[in-house]
């Protein structure tokens, strides 16, 4: 990830390659083509808004609800960059539009896209808008207008490959800062035609720097640093084990009753949703993290 700023101070601008996010994300998950595209869009976006945050340890979530048959979509993003996340409906597989595009609004349906912000205080801070389209790009767009009143450009792309592996993922966002002059937003603005299909960009073998210079084009800018992303699973056994020491002891042994009763193994069995990873405890193993 490149992340800049206009050298006028108008606006700073950030640039991802998330291919190996996408195709990894793909692995875990199986997705079809259709799920690819709208898991990885929303990855993508994840991963550059994760970056805005302040302080390690903070993160945020993306959360995508729709009533289409994906279900819904949720990434999420530490301060670095790197993201995990899922697709509840991973072989979703609909219609192409008239176009030949895969229909990623046509699998997400109507709904909300919530942006959900854990930096350390009490209550973490949320923010929900209606979908605009479906596509993620133009519904983060308007995430940014509405609740953080930023007027920004977002641009989001992923191309499946004949073997359902990720060919080439990326996005780009340009925000706009305070007392941003009218030649540098009326560039911007004639620049995004050009970001149309950034997804393309990559498969072509461009780096983010010339990406960089597509979305910036007849701007100076400065380069504020270079990120190196990657989809990551934070889960382990530990956070497992408070999982389940938060349902109580009552409802830890209700479960094992329930497994005897119906003749099956006296164990939970606890399944990442983000990385598949399944962590088995015993019936002992459980009940010792009450004691």
Same mark, same amino acid.
């Given at each position: ?17 998330? +291919? ?6 793909? %692995? ?7 799920? #690819? ?6 990855? &993508? ?24 048959? /994906? ?7 530490? *301060? ?17 539009? !008239? ?12 709904? &909300? ?10 209550? !973490?801070?949320?923010? +929900? ?7 993620? /790009? ?12 930023? !007027?920004?450009?977002?641009? @989001? ?5 004949? =073997? *359902? ?10 925000? @706009? ?5 009218? =030649? ?14 950034? #997804? %393309? @960009?990559?498969? #072509?073998?461009? +780096? &983010? ?5 597509? /979305? ?14 990657? *989809? ?9 084990? %408070? ?13 094992? =009753? ?6 099956? !193994? ?12 399944? *962590? ?5 193993? /459980? ?5």
């Amino acid at each position: 990830m490149l992340r800049v700023m206009t050298r006028d101070g108008s606006a700073r601008a950030f640039v991802v390659d998330s +291919t190996a996010i996408v195709d990894d994300a793909i %692995r875990y998950h199986g997705t079809t083509p259709t799920a #690819s595209a709208l898991l990885g869009r929303t990855l &993508t976006a994840a991963s550059i808004m994760g970056t805005l945050l302040k302080d390690k340890g903070n993160s945020l979530t993306l959360n995508v609800r729709g009533d289409g048959p /994906a279900g819904g979509v949720i990434a999420v993003s530490d *301060y670095a960059g790197n993201v995990k996340g899922y697709i509840k409906n991973p072989i979703v597989d609909i219609p192409k539009k !008239p176009n030949g595009k895969l229909d990623v609004s046509g699998a997400i349906g109507r709904g &909300t896209l919530s942006v959900t912000k854990d930096i350390g205080l009490k209550e !973490p801070y949320s923010g +929900t808008i209606d979908l605009v389209s479906g596509e993620i /790009a133009e519904d983060i767009t308007q995430y940014f207008a509405v609740s953080e009143q930023t !007027p920004s450009l977002c641009a @989001l792309g992923v191309l499946v490959d004949r =073997d *359902y592996t990720c060919l080439a993922a990326g996005g780009v966002l340009v925000s @706009l800062l305070p007392f941003a002059t009218e =030649d540098t937003i009326s560039k911007l603005e004639r620049n995004a035609a050009n970001l149309s299909n950034v #997804s %393309r @960009l990559f498969a #072509s073998g461009m +780096t &983010t720097k010339q990406v960089m210079d597509i /979305a910036l084009e007849g701007i100076e800018y400065d380069v504020f640093d270079e990120l190196d992303v990657a *989809y990551k699973c934070d889960c382990s056994k530990e956070r497992c084990a %408070r999982a389940i020491f938060s349902l109580g002891k009552k409802e830890v042994e209700k479960i094992f =009753d329930e497994c005897r009763a119906e003749g099956k !193994p006296e164990e939970i069995n606890c399944e990442c949703h983000f990385c598949d990873r399944n *962590y088995l405890f015993t019936k002992d193993e /459980a009940l010792a993290l009450f004691e």
